[in-house]
């Protein structure tokens, strides 16, 4: 998916003329990719080996109840642009943005053999940026530096990718790698990341020493092992 287009500098504005930018969905490539992507996943559906990551602002209710709603868009946003940045510095792709939530994907449609690394590597980044984030906005608020807590599940497998829907049409991956990454981040207390031992074999270098429990995750009949790291 990755042409020779320059993205960033002067050598770009010819490409930016045309309408090639660099792409929402991950800025490392441009619309020209995007634009590709999209078609051929609206075409077709296919299975995929990927990472999945979500990653859930916590007390987002109890905030909306106690900010205004010009602090609530832009503690929204912080998050949003913390997600994103650290998504894309391992190019991830920034799937969804739902309510306080963000879903990412590793190893499509920019394939990397370590993509399950890249996946833990980007989590710590966005709960470094978060934790950063909070701090200056605790400093400049006076509040609790409650805010930007983030809890965040990863999981790695098999994963059907395509353009699903009817009515309401909407280009995503399914299946049970991106539920369980979806429960465990739900199971991740503020500032835990939690991944599942598919994640922990794949990924040693960043996972090692990690303990493993046993979980109660919302639609499973098992109990799922989860490692904190």
Known sequence: MRLPVPLRGPASLPFRAFGIR????NPNTCTLCELM???VMKARKITVDVSVLF????D????SQSLSADSLQSLLD???????TAIWEFDGLLNKTVGDAVMAIFNFPIPHQDHAERAVLAAREIQRRCQSRREHRAAQSGLDGGELGVGIGIDSGQASFGEFGRSHRDLTAIGTVVNTAARAQAAAEAGRILVTRAVC???????????????RLKGFEKPIELYAI
């Open 78 to 84: 912080d998050f949003y642009d913390e997600c994103a």
């Open 22 to 25: 660099p792409s929402r969905m």
């Open 55 to 58: 990653a859930d602002l916590r």
């Open 37 to 39: 992507f999209t078609r």
């Open 60 to 63: 987002y209710t109890t905030l």
């Open 201 to 215: 074999e794949r990924a040693q270098s960043q996972t090692a020493g990690s303990q493993g429990r046993k979980y």
